[in-house]
Nanobody
Framework: AQLVESGGGLVQPGGSLRLSCAAS????????MSWYRQAPGKERELVAG????????NYADSVKGRFTMSRDNAKNTVYLQMNSLKPEDTAVYYC?????????WGQGAQVTVSS
């Protein structure tokens, strides 16, 4: 199983980025997919998640109204559209796939918000 994130980078405050996570090696549509982030010196935190059944994703309070998560089961890919970025959004963003006792992680994508 493999998860590969892409789309990270450096952006000014107020800007936007779109992260992608391409999955392979497992039945993507059966897994709950989530985005986490970890800032320097802080614990990893859940940013957004969506179940295999689809429906509206859940978001952390800190990103509600600014971030949008979506999944494309035909492409085995999840996305995280990040708008109105703030310096406190700076972190390594990780993609996670979870089903029952199985959990897979991507390598992470650095997002830096700075002027």
């Amino acid at each position: 199983a493999q998860l590969v994130e892409s789309g990270g980078g450096l952006v000014q405050p107020g800007g936007s980025l779109r992260l992608s996570c391409a999955a392979s090696g497992f039945t993507f549509s059966s897994y709950t997919m989530s985005w986490y982030r970890q800032a320097p010196g802080k614990e990893r935190e859940l940013v957004a998640g969506t179940t295999s059944a689809g429906g509206s994703p859940n978001y952390a309070d800190s990103v509600k109204g600014r971030f949008t998560m979506s999944r494309d089961n035909a492409k085995n890919t999840v996305y995280l559209q990040m708008n109105s970025l703030k310096p406190e959004d700076t972190a390594v963003y990780y993609c996670n796939a979870r089903r029952l006792l199985r959990s897979y992680w991507g390598q992470g994508a650095q997002v830096t918000v700075s002027s």
